[in-house]
């Protein structure tokens, strides 16, 4: 492995401790009363004092002598040098030359410098993912101190809160956003850059929640990239028969009006590439849903999935030049970004703030926990940060984005009516952090919610951890499912909770994921987690037979059977009918070496949650815009029905965000 991708392996390994932990999470202890509508009024917060915002404590007790002093420690990629500066209360200046891995390394150390100075502090945790560059910046600071004559100890046990704050806090902005994943970081981008001063609450020391460790797919029609691909037969009997299909719905009608336009140009036009558009999408979701999505929304959805893209590529975010189906996807239309994971999306929104730093400010390590409203709108927030409580008013608007509940055990048994078995032992591939805290506060406000009971999970779930790592198929058309007895059992390119559910009814609830040479040309390809297939086959997470017998044996299952079933399957590939009705094929089976990846149900996302419009305002339970509260991204319900298609929540997050934060801002 080269150390590029050691280190990207090493912050991929980080995040997913993070996630591990995400099975023993504690449930906060306020939960919400769920779809069932609570007959009280607002518990709204009461109104914060009126003194001036904005007080920075002062630093302490800390004496300093002042000057400038040199310190050195090891980082991950070679010595990191430190020059600190120091007056006699506070380290005013931090100069640091490092060579550590662009947009990971360097970035932990950003962050880390800038605790330090805020709070004149070395009580800093070291960020996730990025372990010994932290640890590095963190010795070479204490060595500048040290040679300074520093009372270590004491700024090693300094708490500071927010910008260096060392009690309770009080700021006022323009526009407040309550957690920053994909939906608050665009929101933030979107508010700013329709004239919105903006604060950032976010709990966790690190910001991406499950953004940055999602497979990251980005549904779009993509006439440009998509003309790489050829429409097959099977694609062409799909939508004719969604053309076929009777809507009750007005807008829906309209979508297949549209689509039944378009194909005809298409089929006219005798092209052979793959055919796609806003229409078709919006169909597809409403389908994949059970129709119970919100046809504006989709609407929203679909329209803006493209622009948002380039929204995004003019901000810097690089998508690779290829489209391919995602999981449970449908349809060749998922971007997949140049950085592994959701890392290109927060890097692309951590660029964009860093070059505003002035105007948009984040506040890590703060939990929301209440909204303040006054005389019927929202406008403000308190917060819990490491020192004290942070109170944050915001004059024009509030946004939610605090994602979904998948980590947290007990919300997603009290939701889970019928549609799944009990989910209590069922691992999660969220962060720590998905808990539901959104959907709590917006209960304490009256805020309608939408579709509660639909969890989607996945059939994609490591065994161990129950997380995407490890996952070695390279999108849906090359690979197949088999169970314990070599059998498949579903079609592969089905809806997530189709997949899912065959795969409950396997033994043991497990299967293997099976691929060839076309998936991993070389040992060194990687996966979507930057994990190379040789290193996963070394460390027992894979495995390859020269044979299909020879890897049914490492994999004990019979033989006779996976070989039928591959046999059987590639002929589906040459035009025979396959048996589970799959739609969706490429190459065949048939090119030495085969892999083999083992699997299992796992928690990914939940679909309900806050009533929103197509502005993204939050509606009370009557329907009614709540004036001042906007929400976006995974706490909102409504879009996805009951079964969000792969690649459409990266699309989700950033066209809401996008429309929350504009219209917090004003614009509209
Ligand atoms: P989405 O995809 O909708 O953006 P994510 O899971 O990516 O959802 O991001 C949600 C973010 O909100 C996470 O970083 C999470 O830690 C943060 N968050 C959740 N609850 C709170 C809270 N009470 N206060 C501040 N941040 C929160």
Known sequence: MNLKKRMMSLMVAGLMTAGLAACTTTPPTTTPAGTAAPTTTAVATTTPSTTPPATTAPTGEIKFKP??????????????????????????????????TEGVGDKAIESIVALIKSGTTLKVDAVSGATYSSKGILEAVTAALTSAGADIEALKNKTAGPGGTTGDVEKTTDVVIIGGGGAGLSAAMSAHENGAKVIVLEKMSRLGGNTIISGAAYNAAD????????????????????????????????????LKQEWKEYTDSKKTTLFDSPSMHKL??????????????????????YPTIEWLEAKGMLFKDYIFTVLGGLWSRAHKPEKPLGTGFVQTYEDYIEKNKADIEVLLDTKAEDLVMEGGKIVGVIAQGKTGKVTVRASKGVIIATGGFGANVEMRNKYNTSLWPDLTNIKTTNHTGATGDGIAMAEKVNAGFTGMEYIQLLPMGDPETGSLSGNIEQGVQNRIFVNKEGKRFVDEGARRDVMTKALMEQTDSYMWVIVDKNSYPTGDTINNFNESIDDLVAAGRAFKGETLEELAGKIGVDPAAFVKSVEDFNKAVDGAKDEFGRTLFDKKLDTAPFYAGARVPTVHHTMGGITIDAQAHVLDQDGKAIPGLYAAGEVTGGIHGTNRLGGNALADINVFGRIAGQNAAGAK
Request: aromatic share 6%.
């Open 67 to 100: 000057g400038t002093y040199k310190g050195e420690a090891e980082g991950f990629h070679g010595p990191i040098k430190v020059e600190v500066t120091l007056s006699e209360t506070a380290i005013t200046d931090i100069k640091v030359e490092q060579t550590e």
């Open 223 to 258: 006439p440009k990239r998509q003309a790489a691909l050829t429409m097959t037969d099977l694609e062409k009997k799909t939508v004719e028969g969604i053309l076929e299909m009777t809507f009750d719905d007005a807008k829906v009608k309209t979508w297949q009006e549209t």
């Open 284 to 305: 597809q979701t409403y389908l994949g849903g059970d129709k119970k999505g919100n046809p504006e929304l989709i609407d929203v959805l679909c329209e803006n999935t």
